[in-house]
T-cell receptor, first 114, second 113 residues
Framework: GAGVSQSPRYKVAKRGQDVALRCDPISGHVSLFWYQQALGQGPEFLTYFQNEAQLDKSGLPSDRFFAERPEGSVSTLKIQRTQQEDSAVYLC????????????FGPGTRLTVT | GDSVTQMEGPVTLSEEAFLTINCTYTATGYPSLFWYVQYPGEGLQLLLKATKADDKGSNKGFEATYRKETTSFHLEKGSVQVSDSAVYFCALRKVNRDDKIIFGKGTRLHILP
């Protein structure tokens, strides 16, 4: 496809379960970003990759959150031992290169922790 | 730290009314400024952008001017349509080692026919 895709689109997890959220960026895009959007709020930065290198993970809210992009393309955001406060929409974005390139957003994964 | 503040919603207008959504920012250096839109059930889309002071971004009848002296980037449209109903996010990005975008909290816009 031409855009950023994310899967699953919806995920319901029981508190304490681990979840994995996948992002397929636009082919050839070097930069990849994860954001968290709580209900009624704007997206907040979680982490940033340039190719396979995770250059900034300052937005990850706790050590239960882990992201990887081992081959510089697909990325996975993993949340261990989910808590209710993790319920949010998780957005992935990619851009062609660092600098002035536009970021293209995926549709998001809505995570509900019960 | 860097931040974006935008007017709280919801904003309700009649069709063909004039729209202004206020946005101000705090940032060191020279950020790029953006308006994103999120239509019901859809993902975030870039609406318009401006990369330096006095630049005007425009798209789909919407406009915003980068005002460094007032640190503002207000969104305007002369005549809104029902199809403009959505959530609008003001945002900034500083081009450096990481290009993360900092978003405002969003303003929900309802247009009545």
């Amino acid at each position: 496809g031409a855009g950023v895709s994310q899967s699953p689109r919806y995920k319901v997890a029981k508190r304490g379960q681990d979840v994995a959220l996948r992002c397929d960026p636009i082919s050839g895009h070097v930069s990849l970003f994860w954001y968290q959007q709580a209900l009624g709020q704007g997206p907040e930065f979680l982490t940033y990759f340039q190719n396979e290198a995770q250059l900034d993970k300052s937005g990850l809210p706790s050590d239960r959150f882990f992201a990887e992009r081992p081959e510089g393309s697909v990325s996975t955001l993993k949340i261990q031992r989910t808590q209710q406060e993790d319920s949010a929409v998780y957005l992935c974005a990619s851009s062609l290169r660092q600098g002035v390139s536009e970021q293209y957003f995926g549709p998001g994964t809505r995570l509900t922790v019960t | 730290g860097d931040s974006v503040t935008q007017m709280e919603g919801p904003v309700t207008l009649s069709e063909e009314a004039f729209l202004t959504i206020n946005c101000t920012y705090t940032a060191t250096g020279y950020p790029s400024l953006f308006w994103y839109v999120q239509y019901p059930g859809e993902g975030l889309q870039l609406l318009l952008k401006a990369t330096k002071a006095d630049d005007k971004g425009s798209n789909k009848g919407f406009e915003a001017t980068y005002r460094k002296e007032t640190t503002s980037f207000h969104l305007e449209k002369g005549s809104v349509q029902v199809s403009d109903s959505a959530v609008y996010f003001c945002a900034l990005r500083k081009v450096n080692r990481d290009d993360k975008i900092i978003f405002g909290k969003g303003t929900r816009l309802h247009i009545l026919p």
